[in-house]
Structures are given as structure tokens and as C-alpha cells.
């Protein structure tokens, strides 16, 4: 009978260690996970007042003009379709390096200058822009004047002087064959000169530069759907 008694003592000594042992851990468990994360938080040490520094702050901390002017008009260059008066801004603060800049530099301000001022209606303050542009690139590389052709076909075509956006998009054709030169002198062609003939003929050379752009091939489309005797 001792024996037994004795036995069911060391065993109930046993289970209260067992559960003293389990929740010691369990203590243990739940300290080393506040701890963790109390130093996930603080950042083990690291200063967690030290912000970002600002796109101002960055601007501020450039030096050379080349590489402040990159930065304006990316800036400027993002927000044309979404805050145009953030564009303008950056313009402005990037047009006061102007006198500062090289000739390659000078035709991206004028690049950049000449969307905004075209996207805000503008058309005659992004005429002047992208004449700038022009006369640079062709003292540069006249082989890379095409697309400022095209942004002085659609200023003209916007302006309403139809005969010199025929001109400049003859030219951006001209100097060399692309699918959107095509298409937008077929659009030209077909929506003031109304010359379905030749507008269907810019269609089908653009459709076949590019058949598998999809904007193309849908002009295409609705030009044949409202010009069905073609």
C-alpha cells in the first residue's frame, strides 16, 4: 500500500514539474517574441527619424546641370498626363538652366517643353519648342529628326494650317518608313483633306509595317467600316 501511495505522490510531483516546465516555456515563448519585436520596431539600433531624402533635397545636392536638367524633365516628363501644372513647374525650374546646357541636352528641354505646352492646348508656344528642337537635332543628327517632324505635323494639323502638317509628316516618311507616320498622315488624309484614296493607301502600307499593332489595325477598321465603298 506505501509502495503505491508512494508512487502516485512521485507522480503527481511529476506532473506539476511537467506543467511548471511547460508554461516556464511558454513565459520564455511569449518574452523572446516581445523582445523580437520591440527590436523589429526600433530598428535594432537604427535612426528612425532619418527620412527619405526629398526630390527637392535631390535637386539641391546636384551639382552638375546635365544631370539636374535629367532629372526636371523626368519629372516634368511623368506628370504631363497626370498633373499638368507639376509639369509646368518642373519646366520652369529646369528652363533656368537653359544658357548652362549642352545641344543634346537642349533638344530634350525642348522635347519635354513642346509636349507639355502641345498636351495643355498650347500649340503655339509648342511650335516654338519644338522648332528650337529641330534646328539642334539637325545640326546634331538630322537621321534622328523624324519624330520632331511628327510632333510639327500634328501642331499644324491642330493649328489648322493643313498644308505644312501634310509637309511634316511627308517628311517624317520621308526619312525613313514607320507604321504611326503612315497612319497618322492616313488620318490626316481621311479627316480634313478627305482623300480616301490616299488615306487607305497610308492604312494598308502601316497595317503592313506593323499588322500585329493593334491601334493601327483597329484605325484601319473603323476608317474601312465608314468608308465601306472601299
Not at 530634350?108 to 502641345?118: D, M, N, T, V
Not at 520621308?174 to 488624309?189: H, K, Q, T, V
Request: hydrophobic share 40%; proline share 2%.
Amino acid at each position: 500500500y506505501n509502495l503505491i501511495k508512494n508512487s502516485i505522490i512521485l507522480w503527481q510531483i511529476s506532473l506539476y514539474m511537467f506543467y511548471y516546465y511547460l508554461g516556464t516555456m511558454k513565459i520564455l515563448k511569449t518574452f523572446i517574441i516581445v523582445v523580437l519585436n520591440f527590436y523589429s520596431i526600433i530598428g535594432f539600433g537604427e535612426n528612425t527619424n532619418e527620412k527619405e531624402p526629398s526630390f527637392s533635397d535631390v535637386i539641391d545636392n546636384t551639382e552638375n546641370p546635365d544631370e539636374k536638367l535629367q532629372l526636371l524633365l523626368n519629372e516634368a516628363d511623368d506628370n504631363i498626363p497626370k498633373n499638368a501644372q507639376k509639369a509646368i513647374y518642373y519646366l520652369e525650374q529646369a528652363m533656368e538652366f537653359e544658357d548652362e546646357l549642352e545641344d543634346t541636352s537642349l533638344v530634350h528641354l525642348y522635347s519635354i517643353a513642346g509636349k507639355i505646352y502641345f498636351d495643355q492646348n498650347s500649340y503655339h508656344v509648342a511650335l516654338k519648342f519644338f522648332q528650337q528642337q529641330l534646328a539642334l537635332q539637325n545640326a546634331i543628327d538630322s537621321s534622328q529628326s523624324h519624330i520632331i517632324y511628327n510632333h510639327l505635323g500634328n501642331v499644324y494639323f491642330r493649328i489648322g494650317d493643313f498644308e505644312k502638317a501634310l509637309n511634316y509628316f511627308n517628311m517624317e516618311i520621308d526619312s525613313g518608313e514607320n507604321a504611326i507616320a503612315y497612319s497618322e498622315r492616313a488620318l490626316f488624309y481621311d479627316s480634313y483633306l478627305y482623300d480616301f484614296e490616299k488615306a487607305k493607301l497610308d492604312f494598308e502600307k502601316a497595317v503592313e509595317l506593323e499588322p500585329n499593332t493593334n491601334n493601327i489595325v483597329l484605325q484601319y477598321l473603323n476608317f474601312l467600316h465608314y468608308n465601306k465603298k472601299y
